[in-house]
């Protein structure tokens, strides 16, 4: 079935480190791709997304390309700030008869050290 | 104020007990979602409605029900609650539209402890 893994965490940076947290999915049809993330107390919001394949989303410094000959969708961000400490989601939603329903990898806690 | 909107936020309740979860949007959105989260599982789908006369189960909607009240409000209910529900719980909302990449906006999450 169709389905997403993350790379474990939690994953524990310096600032100013370079981060990836690793993505792969599966999927019968052509997905859209996203990254949501989940600040500590609150609820998911959107980071990026990409809608086909060599797309880059790109937004406050992170960056992921979607790759459909290795089934990835990696984030990564140059410079890493104390403020990026949350968990991240990846997460794909199908462009046919799946009603932008959303399935989910199980998240990846970082924590960026001063 | 928020776009969406959950109360309440946190719920401690015994097992057995009929537990109501809900959720407004002031997004103007037609399609609304339920989602628990555990700890290393992410989030699942409980069930999903697309307007206000169309519900459909998600992957783990055995022991919930759902209510579509209005396009604003759509209610989660534990009939019976058990301690393995015990999880955060999120709404979240998006537009219809014609595309399927639409963004899906979250509430804050309800956390729920059945003892």
Same mark, same amino acid.
């Given at each position: 079935?169709?389905?997403?893994?993350?790379?474990?965490?939690?994953?524990?940076?310096?600032?100013?480190?370079?981060?990836?947290?690793?993505?792969?999915?599966?999927?019968?049809?052509?997905?859209?791709?996203?990254?949501?993330?989940? /600040?500590?107390? !609150?609820?998911?919001?959107?980071? @990026?997304?990409?809608?086909?394949?060599?797309?880059?989303? $790109?937004?406050?410094? #992170?960056?992921?390309? /979607?790759?459909? !000959?290795?089934?990835?969708?990696? @984030?990564?961000?140059?410079?890493?700030?104390?403020?990026? $400490?949350?968990?991240? #989601?990846?997460?794909?939603?199908?462009?046919?008869?799946?009603?932008?329903? @959303?399935?989910?990898?199980?998240?990846?806690?970082?924590?960026?050290?001063? | 104020?928020?776009?969406?909107?959950?109360?309440?936020?946190?719920?401690?309740?015994?097992?057995?007990?009929?537990?109501?979860?809900?959720?407004?949007?002031?997004?103007?959105?037609?399609?609304?979602?339920?989602?628990?989260?555990?700890?290393?599982?992410?989030?699942?789908?409980?069930?999903?409605?697309?307007?206000?006369?169309?519900?459909?189960?998600?992957?783990?909607?055995?022991?919930?029900?759902?209510?579509?009240?209005?396009?604003?409000?759509?209610?989660?209910?534990?009939?019976?609650?058990?301690?393995?529900?015990?999880?955060?719980?999120?709404?979240?909302?998006?537009?219809?539209?014609?595309?399927?990449?639409?963004?899906?906006?979250?509430?804050?999450?309800?956390?729920?402890?059945?003892?």
């Amino acid at each position: 079935g169709d389905s997403v893994t993350q790379m474990e965490g939690p994953v524990t940076l310096s600032e100013e480190a370079f981060l990836t947290i690793n993505c792969t999915y599966t999927a019968t049809g052509y997905p859209s791709l996203f990254w949501y993330v989940q /600040y500590p107390g !609150e609820g998911l919001q959107l980071l @990026l997304k990409a809608t086909k394949a060599d797309d880059k989303g $790109s937004n406050k410094g #992170f960056e992921a390309t /979607y790759r459909k !000959e290795t089934t990835s969708f990696h @984030l990564e961000k140059g410079s890493v700030q104390v403020s990026d $400490s949350a968990v991240y #989601f990846c997460a794909l939603s199908l462009i046919y008869n799946q009603g932008g329903k @959303l399935i989910f990898g199980q998240g990846t806690e970082l924590s960026v050290k001063p | 104020d928020a776009d969406v909107t959950q109360t309440p936020r946190n719920r401690i309740t015994k097992t057995g007990k009929r537990i109501m979860l809900e959720c407004s949007q002031t997004k103007g959105h037609d399609r609304m979602y339920w989602y628990r989260q555990d700890p290393g599982l992410g989030l699942r789908l409980i069930y999903y409605s697309f307007d206000v006369k169309d519900i459909n189960k998600g992957e783990i909607s055995d022991g919930y029900s759902v209510s579509r009240q209005a396009q604003a409000k759509f209610s989660l209910s534990l009939e019976s609650a058990i301690p393995n529900q015990t999880a955060l719980y999120f709404c979240a909302t998006s537009d219809s539209g014609t595309s399927f990449t639409d963004t899906q906006y979250f509430g804050p999450g309800t956390r729920l402890t059945v003892l």
